[in-house]
């Protein structure tokens, strides 16, 4: 069994969900956590609600305020380690594809930043 991070990500329709969703892959694609979906956690499909509650530490991203990643994870009473919000960052919601790359990297610097913090990063392979 491993110890890394589990993550999660939004999923919605908007700039900062896409930001959000994007940072949950790199994180993946880094080894610094495992990407897993929300929408299993919440329909309790068994293989991947068995995951959110291994005990592992549970990193949530959401794209805005209206936090549904972080209400999924509690609706199914997985609680979470690490919490944030792209718009929190200061970045605007706009729609699906209004997105950009010095967006998209000042929080994916931010979010690294906070996770190194807490021995969350590159070397927790």
């Given amino acids: 069994m491993t110890d890394i ?15 959000a969703h994007d940072i949950a892959l790199n994180l993946d694609s880094d080894g610094i956590a495992e990407m897993s979906c929300v929408s299993g ?8 609600k068995a995951i959110a509650t291994s ?9 805005c305020d209206l936090a549904c990643t972080k ?6 009473e997985v609680a979470t380690s690490h919490y944030f919000v792209i ?3 200061g970045i605007v919601k706009r729609d ?13 610097v931010h979010i690294y930043g906070e996770l190194s ?3 969350i990063n590159f070397t927790k392979r």
């Fill in 5 to 19: 991070p589990i993550v999660y990500s939004c999923s919605g329709c908007s700039n900062v969900a896409r930001i």
């Fill in 41 to 48: 956690v919440i329909a309790n499909v068994a293989p991947i």
């Fill in 55 to 63: 005990g592992r530490s549970i990193i949530a991203i959401d794209g």
């Fill in 71 to 76: 209400n999924c994870l509690d609706n199914a």
């Fill in 87 to 89: 718009t929190d960052l």
């Fill in 96 to 108: 699906k594809w209004q997105d950009s790359l010095s967006e998209n990297s000042k929080a994916m």
């Fill in 117 to 119: 913090k807490h021995g």
